[in-house]
């Protein structure tokens, strides 16, 4: 069993910045690949970025590439999400995941935090 347990999300302004933290307690976080993704109201979870278990390759939706960075310390079993010229349509319940496999499925993924909101004002 892996816990996952988000922070950092809150409301921002537009163009502005947050970093969200992921902290992984249980089995060896080092052994997990980790995403991060996303769901705004009336909408399904969509994949947002994810990371290999070293941190040695890195994936992003289309829609954050450029503006969003997902990256891990492995000796703090913490996965970030720094997210930079944040946009109204940003806004969302942000999840952080963990899996054996590096995927951009919400599928693919056995283990899910409950999530922090992320609220972007225009």
């Known amino acids: 069993q892996v816990q996952l347990v988000e922070s950092g999300g809150e409301q921002v302004q537009a163009g502005g910045s947050l970093r969200l933290s992921c902290a992984a307690s249980?089995?060896?976080?080092?052994?997990?690949?980790m995403g991060w993704f996303r769901q705004a109201p009336g909408k399904e979870r969509e994949f947002v970025a994810a990371?290999?278990?070293?941190?040695?390759?890195?994936y992003y939706a289309d829609s954050v590439k450029g503006r969003f960075t997902i990256s891990r310390d492995n000796a703090k079993n913490t996965v970030y999400l720094q997210m930079n010229s944040l946009k109204a349509e940003d806004t969302a319940v942000y999840y952080c995941a963990a899996d054996r496999a590096y995927s951009a499925l919400p599928s693919n993924y056995a283990y899910w935090g409950k999530g922090t909101q992320v609220t972007v004002s225009s």
């Open positions: 249980g089995r060896i976080f080092s052994t997990y690949a």
């Open positions: 990371i290999r278990r070293s941190g040695s390759s890195t």
